[in-house]
């Protein structure tokens, strides 16, 4: 199932293509020709580039949404600090504003993510740790600004400057655009067979739940000693509770790679925890698809422990499957 993004996020970048390019003229009034025509081009690029990705909602194109239009805002309100604050100006900050916010909003989310589904398949998105918000994403704003930087200091005569900052740029780009699309990668799908869970933060592996051991699917009680998935993210939680113990493998975190070389854990559970940014959605998505619906186990006994994955039985595994191309 493949969503339609909002139509306000597509009002909003049109609108921002014909303010912005009325801001930078008016902030680069009085400058040489050939610097206008360079940045009236670097600009024109970014917006045609954010409008395929729009286009073409994609969890890859969701990571290029978030570079490119929190981007276009900086530059709008750097073009409004730069110049007069003219009409064009305040427009533009405006637009961009608008259009960061439809983008942030969990279902346009949700439509990039369940872009990459196919067939039957319906994707949602899990919600970002603050932390990963926070510290992640700003820099790689912060890269792509640098390399929007290179074409006007080599048009004004400023090589060296221009090329310390490209080498910069490439050095940081491997650094900053990994963490940044994590949070694309990460999902909950229904599947004809059962539920997928894609964590690329918390998993080495995705892994499939079949329906059949899918005893309930609910909010999550504050109470819960149910595993934890959530890394930290607010909001509603979602427990799924399981019909048998299965064996999820998680990244291990807590012992170097000389004393663990797989970087892997298994954790025996019975019922897991989540963070969907839209929970209510998922739900009723859920009921749609006839899984159980309703109260979640807290406290009852269960199997949570650490153990090798070479000593987990293969019936009691949670299915990892194959890479396709819906991974992306």
């Known amino acids: 199932m493949r969503r339609r993004l909002p139509r306000a996020l597509i009002a909003a970048w049109l609108a921002v293509g014909v303010t912005g390019y009325g801001s930078i003229l008016g902030a680069l009034r009085g400058r040489t020709p050939a610097v206008v025509w360079t940045a009236s081009v670097e600009a024109t690029i970014i917006w045609a580039a954010m409008w395929v990705a729009m286009l073409v909602p994609r969890s890859v194109t969701l990571t290029a ?9 900086g530059t709008s309100v750097i073009a409004a600090f730069a110049g007069a604050a003219t009409p064009w100006a305040i427009a533009s900050v405006a637009t ?3 259009a960061l916010g439809a983008l942030a909003h969990p279902v346009t989310i949700d439509a990039f993510i369940d872009g990459s589904s196919y067939g039957p398949e319906q994707r949602f998105a899990l919600r970002t740790p603050p932390l990963t918000g ?22 004004t005569g400023r090589l ?17 655009i ?21 964590d690329p933060m918390a998993l080495a592996d995705r892994v499939l739940f079949p329906r059949r051991n899918i005893e309930a699917i609910g909010p999550a009680f504050a109470e819960t000693d149910a595993t934890d998935l959530t890394q930290g993210g607010l909001g509603l939680a979602i427990q799924i509770d399981l019909s048998e113990v299965f064996a999820i493998p998680l990244i291990d975190r807590d012992r170097p790679r000389d004393v663990n070389p797989s970087g892997e854990k298994t954790v025996t559970t019975d019922r897991i925890v989540l963070a969907v940014l839209r929970p209510g959605a998922l739900l009723g998505a859920a009921r749609d698809r006839r899984f159980a619906i309703g109260a979640t186990r807290t406290s009852e006994p269960q199997c949570v422990h ?5 000593e987990v039985p293969v019936s009691q595994a949670a299915v990892p499957l194959p890479r396709t191309r819906s991974s992306r």
């Open 306 to 310: 650490h153990v090798p994955a070479s």
């Open 160 to 176: 060296v400057p221009a090329l310390v900052i490209g080498v910069a740029w490439a050095v940081a780009l491997r650094w900053t």
């Open 96 to 98: 961009a504003i608008a």
């Open 134 to 155: 926070i510290v992640a994403i700003p820099p790689t704003w912060v890269v792509t600004a640098m390399i929007a930087a290179v074409p006007l200091l080599a048009v």
């Open 65 to 73: 949404a978030r570079i490119g239009v929190p981007v276009a805002l």
């Open 178 to 198: 990994r963490p940044l699309h994590l949070p694309a990668r990460r999902w909950v799908v229904f599947v004809p067979a059962g539920m997928v869970l894609s």
